[in-house]
């Protein structure tokens, strides 16, 4: 575990993992962990177990249905460690592994927090990655930056609107899918209020 913790009581727990690409010590991960733990929820910074088994490469199709297993095993281990509410985050593949595990199986979270959801190939709209949506049951924020080559914003939107449950997105202007690395952490305070909601 590579935990980040409040200074008070923890509004919950969030396995917060990374894309195809990277691992836990992303930039963009370790700037989003501090600022949900400095806003009162523990995270835990999670590598994928493709990424565990391999220090580089992206993931092949046959690694995903294991890394949807290591963060159901993530969130347990949370959940039995810090008790109440647990909740899944991850950047693009991470985060569409994530959603699709929630899916799958509603009660292995409370909520996700979706950064730069690959919702297609870049240029190609015509194979979006979206049939699990219609199953989420979790309040979900997707964050999307404007200038993200994996779906437009008016694509995600539609996207969205797929889902029964409760949904927000939070667009970091002018941003690719790298999300400018952290520099607007805005939605952190936006998911945490999601949170807050949720549970009022």
Do not use: W
């Given at each position: 575990?590579?935990?980040?913790?409040?200074?008070?009581?923890?509004?919950?727990?969030?396995?917060?993992?990374?894309?195809?690409?990277?691992?836990?010590?992303?930039?963009?991960l370790?700037?989003?962990?501090?600022?949900?733990?400095r806003?009162?929820?523990?995270?835990?910074?999670?590598?994928?177990?493709?990424?565990?088994?391999?220090?580089?490469?992206?993931?092949?199709?046959?690694?995903?249905?294991?890394?949807?297993?290591?963060?159901?095993?993530?969130a347990?281990?949370?959940?039995?460690?810090?008790?109440?509410?647990?909740?899944?985050?991850?950047?693009?593949?991470?985060?569409?592994?994530?959603?699709m595990?929630?899916?799958e199986?509603?009660?292995?979270c409370?909520?996700?927090?979706?950064?730069?959801?690959?919702?297609?190939?870049?240029?190609?709209?015509?194979?979006?990655?979206?049939?699990?949506?219609?199953?989420?049951a979790?309040?979900?924020l997707?964050?999307?930056?404007?200038?993200?080559p994996?779906?437009?914003?008016e694509?995600m939107?539609?996207?969205?609107?797929l889902?029964?449950?409760?949904?927000?997105?939070?667009?970091?202007?002018?941003?690719?899918?790298?999300?400018?690395?952290?520099?607007?952490?805005g939605?952190?305070?936006?998911?945490?209020?999601?949170?807050?909601?949720?549970?009022?």
């Amino acid at each position: 575990m590579m935990l980040h913790t409040p200074a008070g009581k923890a509004l919950g727990a969030m396995v917060l993992t990374h894309g195809a690409g990277g691992n836990a010590n992303a930039p963009l991960l370790v700037a989003v962990a501090k600022e949900l733990a400095r806003l009162g929820m523990v995270v835990d910074r999670y590598n994928l177990p493709f990424r565990q088994a391999r220090s580089s490469g992206p993931p092949r199709p046959a690694d995903a249905a294991r890394d949807r297993e290591g963060l159901r095993e993530a969130a347990a281990q949370l959940r039995a460690e810090f008790g109440g509410r647990v909740y899944l985050g991850g950047h693009s593949y991470g985060g569409r592994q994530a959603s699709m595990l929630a899916a799958e199986d509603p009660a292995v979270c409370d909520g996700l927090l979706l950064q730069s959801y690959p919702l297609h190939p870049p240029g190609k709209p015509e194979q979006p990655r979206t049939a699990h949506l219609p199953k989420l049951a979790a309040p979900s924020l997707f964050v999307h930056g404007s200038k993200d080559p994996f779906g437009t914003i008016e694509e995600m939107e539609a996207a969205l609107a797929l889902i029964p449950a409760q949904r927000e997105m939070y667009v970091v202007q002018g941003a690719g899918h790298d999300l400018g690395r952290g520099r607007d952490l805005g939605f952190c305070a936006q998911f945490v209020a999601m949170v807050e909601s949720s549970v009022a």
